[in-house]
């Protein structure tokens, strides 16, 4: 069965400091989102893309936050500097119109730790 | 601003028993809700969705409820299994783009 691939799974990083995530989505799937869930909330958009274009960055932090998707498939999140606040869970999700309408299969996620 | 609500943030029941995990939302924009359900260490996975023309929608021992009116909908899960222990949240988008807003997640323990 497809699956959504994200690397690391577990990331530990001093404030400060530049980390990154990647995310590969089920092959075929154009739409791709990077979510970010803290402990005790549910998950909440960071950005969306539709193929290679940004559809939804509303909610991104861009002063520390960048995301690509240079070809339209895999994509990458970076946070730079770090901060302490920014210990969550990073899911990255895809979804095709053919998937059945607004369901979005999700990665196992990266757990990033601030210190 | 929260709006998709899950006011519950942990059930727990007896194996073979019924759980009923329910959601709250503010946005009448909404008109497709969902049901993920995440294990530890995994992501949220799909379990069951309704339009937001529909009361009722039913998959095996899943059941989900949507009162419009009351902009309440709820999950069912009978019988309830061990397995069914985990954290479930409600979702929900607006007609107009696949812009999901989640709620906090109720965590279902069933006990054997």
């Known amino acids: 069965e497809a699956e959504v691939a994200q690397s690391p799974r577990y990331k530990i990083t001093e404030k400060s400091q530049a980390v990154a995530f990647w995310c590969d989505p089920i092959?075929?799937?154009?739409?791709l989102y990077w979510y970010r869930q803290i402990l005790g909330q549910g998950p909440e958009l960071l950005v969306q893309f539709q193929d290679e274009s940004v559809v939804d960055d509303s909610q991104l932090p861009k002063d520390r936050f960048s995301a690509e998707r240079l070809k339209g498939v895999d994509s990458t999140l970076k946070i730079q500097p770090a901060e302490l606040g920014d210990s969550a869970m990073y899911l990255c999700a895809s979804s095709s119109p053919g998937t059945g309408a607004y369901e979005q299969y999700f990665g196992p996620g990266t757990r990033l730790t601030v210190t | 601003d929260q709006q998709v609500k899950q006011n519950s943030p942990s059930l727990s029941v007896q194996e073979g028993r019924i759980s009923i995990l329910n959601c709250d939302y503010t946005n009448s924009m909404f008109d497709y809700f969902l049901w993920y359900k995440k294990y530890p260490a995994e992501g949220p996975t799909f379990l069951i969705s309704i339009s937001s023309i529909k009361d009722k929608n039913e998959d095996g021992r899943f059941t989900v409820f949507l009162n419009k009116s009351a902009k309440h909908l709820s999950l069912h899960i009978v019988p309830s299994q061990p397995g069914d222990s985990a954290v479930y949240f409600c979702a929900a988008v607006p007609g107009s783009r696949n812009d999901m807003r989640f709620g906090a997640g109720t965590r279902l323990t069933v006990k054997p």
């Open positions: 092959s075929g799937h154009a739409t």
